[in-house]
């Protein structure tokens, strides 16, 4: 890696920039994995999603990607599964001298719930869930779409502050986002049944870890260590008189999570536009604008830093031809009750 390179992995600007998670590699592939997170400018991608619920219980749904090859074709969001029921397009358009890739995807839902999982399993994952209510006059449609949220703001909650602030100075998170990395991986390697032992040893690494983060104060400091990733790793193993072989598991272990975050810190760069189409009238929402009889939510990586999102609606379809079956019917009931009373008053 040269030094322009490292400089650039270094920096830690703010606005709108992809932020792109960076384990330090495995040495001899026997040591610890170590992360550090790095920030380069980069694109936008949209992502528009039209769902029209049918009242016969299917579901049509249509997403609409646009962006430049890398975002296209990235973990963070992927389309569904192409197969039966569902087709998908890829095309690449000039704008401006950019090139900008499109891709289309769409298909028909026949089940009342779709779970995504996306091949990548540190992907935005979703389900769409529908069902309805029939009662003698009209049918309530229900609508819910959850995306699971990313935790950043319990896991990493000084990265969480600098996303919103846009104030990604890596100093001021980096340290933290590495010790949770590391207690997470150890977490992961605990065999069952937990012990009491087992936990005060991984809580001994982890401290140590923290304390040994938490010295770095410069960028010169992260240079150095970057530049000395082998020593720096080594000697801070020395105290524990650790395997190889323990090395090598956390280092893989600790991959999952490094993938994960920065799959998270790529969200940044999407924005999320989803349009529904319900059946009948809408009767409640938490959409952020209708467009006529079209709900709109608009969101980004914002919405996803914490828990699930959940996107909901209901509308009504009333039965008119049982409504008119009963109001003929109640109409023919007075008439007889009035027949009746003429009778009763000419006799």
């Not at 990313?150 to 998170?173: C, F, G, N, T, V």
Request: aromatic fraction near 10%; proline fraction near 3%.
């Amino acid at each position: 890696m040269n030094e322009n390179n490292m400089n650039q992995m270094l920096r830690a600007t703010p606005l709108k920039q992809n932020y792109i998670v960076n384990l330090l590699l495995m040495w001899c592939k026997v040591s610890i994995l170590f992360i550090l997170l790095m920030i380069i400018a980069g694109a936008c991608v949209e992502n528009l999603i039209f769902i029209q619920l049918h009242p016969d219980g299917q579901t049509y749904m249509r997403f609409h990607s646009q962006g430049d090859s890398t975002d296209i074709w990235n973990d963070d969001f992927q389309h569904p599964f192409t197969g039966r029921n569902w087709s998908t397009r890829t095309s690449q358009k000039i704008r401006n001298g950019d090139s900008i890739w499109v891709r289309n995807t769409k298909g028909l839902i026949r089940d009342s719930i779709f779970v995504y999982t996306p091949e990548s399993p540190s992907g935005l994952s979703y389900k769409l869930k529908r069902w309805t209510i029939r009662g003698r006059f009209s049918s309530n449609h229900h609508f819910e779409m959850t995306f699971d949220g990313r935790q950043i703001k319990s896991d990493y909650p000084l990265l969480y502050q600098a996303i919103l602030s846009e104030k990604m100075d890596s100093l001021h998170w980096l340290p933290e986002a590495l010790t949770v990395i590391i207690d997470k991986s150890l977490m992961d390697l605990i065999s069952e049944p937990v012990t009491i032992k087992n936990q005060q040893w991984n809580q001994r690494l982890v401290n140590h870890f923290r304390n040994t983060f938490a010295r770095i104060q410069s960028l010169a400091d992260l240079k150095q260590m970057q530049n000395n990733r082998i020593n720096y790793i080594i000697n801070t193993l020395k105290p524990f008189q650790v395997d190889t072989s323990f090395s090598e598991t956390l280092a893989e272990t600790m991959t999952i999570h490094e993938e994960y975050l920065q799959t998270s810190l790529d969200l940044d760069d999407d924005s999320f536009e989803i349009k529904v189409l319900m059946p009948g009238q809408v009767v409640s929402t938490n959409s952020s604008s209708l467009n006529q009889d079209t709900l709109v939510w608009s969101f980004g990586l914002d919405s996803l830093l914490n828990g699930k999102f959940i996107l909901q609606a209901e509308s009504v379809i009333y039965d008119t031809e049982n409504t008119e079956k009963i109001i003929i019917l109640g109409v023919f009931i007075l008439l007889i009750f009035f027949s009746l009373l003429l009778i009763r008053q000419f006799e």
